[in-house]
C-alpha cells in the first residue's frame, strides 16, 4: 500500500529544517566566504526570494490538485508521457543526491573522528538506518525528527559560549568590494533553499494541508536565520580566513573553553552531524521512494525502499573519487542544477497550469 499516514505542520518543519541545514553547517560558510568575504552573512537575506517563491509553487500546485504530490500534478498538467519524464528527473535527482549526502557524511565522519574506520562502513550503517525508517512511513520519519531535530540544533547554541572571543571589527567595511561578490556567494544556498520544494511530497500527508504554506515559511524563516548566525559566528571569530578552512563550523566549535574544563566539543558536532544527515537522508531516500513508485503506480512502496538504498550506497562512489572532487561538484554545480529542478521546472509547470486555466479541485 502507499503511504496513509499523517504528520502535523510542526513534524513537516522539523523534517524539513534538518533536510536543508545539515549540509550547510559545514561547507557554507567557506562556500560563501571565498566569493563574499566579510559580507557573506548577506547570503542568507538574499536568498530568501527563492525559499518563498518555491514554498509558493508548491503550496499553489497543491491547492490546484490537492493530495497529489509534483510527479502526479505534472501528468494532469502536461500530459502522462511528459509527466513521466519529469517523475522520472525527480526520481534520479533525489536518489543521486540522496547518494551526495551520504558521501558528504561519511567523509566528514572518517576524515575528522574515525580515521581507521572504511567509508563503505559509515555510509552502509547510515543508509540501512534510514531504509528501515523511510520503510516504517511518514510518521515513523517524523517522530525521529520531533526527537533528533532538537538535539540537531542545540549545539549551534553552544557558539553563543563564544562571544568574548568574537571581533565585531570584522563585518566591515560593509560592501567595499560592491554587491556582485554577494551575488555570487548567494548562488550556493538559494540553491540549497530551494530544495524547500519537496514541501510537495509532505503536504499530502498533512493532517492540515492549508496550514502548509505558514509551516513552510515557518522553517524557511527558520533556515534563513541559522544562515545569517552561523556566518556570522564564523566572521567574527576566523574573519576572512574561514574561506581557507575547509569546515570552519569545527574549528569554531574547537574554540570553546569554559574556564578550562569544558573543552574539546567537537564532538558534540558528531553527534549534530550523525542526527541532521539521518533526517536529511531520510527525507531524499523517502522523496525518490515515493517518485518511483508514483512513476510506476505501484501499490505498496516497502518492496522498493532496500533496492533504493542500495541504489544509494552505489551512487554514494559513482564518480567521486575523493571529498575533494565531492566539494568541487557542491560549489560549481549545485548552485545550477538544484534550482533547475526545485524551481524551473515547478515554476513552468504552475505556470502551464495557469495558461490551461486549471482551477482548484473541489474538496
Known sequence: MLDQGKISGLQMALLLYPAIMATFFLTLPSSTAYYARNDM???????????????YIATKLHELFPGKTI??????????LPGKVIGILFFF??????????RMYAEFVTGQFLFKTPLLMIIALMVLLASIAVRGGIEVMARCAVIFTPIFIFPLLLLLLLFPDLELHNIFPVLSRGILPVLQATALPQAWVSELFYISFFLPSLNSPAKGRKWGNITLAAVLLSIIYVNLITLFLLGPDAANKTYPILVTFR???IYGIFENLESLLLAMWIFGNFIKICVFLYV????????????????????????????????????????????????????????????????????????????
Not at 552573512?41 to 514554498?55: D, P, R, Y
Not at 510527479?71 to 502522462?80: C, L, N, P, R, T
Open 255 to 257: 574554540y570553546i573553553s
Open 71 to 80: 510527479i502526479q500534478q505534472s501528468e494532469h498538467i502536461i500530459g502522462v
Open 93 to 102: 535527482y533525489s536518489i543521486h543526491v540522496a547518494g551526495l549526502i551520504t
Open 41 to 55: 552573512w548577506m547570503t542568507g537575506i538574499l536568498s530568501a526570494f527563492f525559499g518563498v517563491l518555491v514554498i
Open 288 to 363: 525518490a521512494v515515493v517518485s518511483f513508485t508514483q512513476i510506476l503506480r505501484l501499490s505498496d512502496y516497502r518492496p522498493v525502499v532496500f533496492p533504493m538504498g542500495i541504489l544509494t550506497i552505489v551512487l554514494s562512489f559513482w564518480g567521486i573519487p575523493d571529498a575533494s572532487v565531492l566539494g568541487e561538484y557542491v560549489r560549481y554545480v549545485g548552485p545550477f542544477e538544484i534550482p533547475v529542478v526545485m524551481l524551473l521546472i515547478p515554476l513552468l509547470l504552475l505556470l502551464i497550469a495557469r495558461l490551461r486555466r486549471i482551477r482548484p479541485a473541489r474538496k
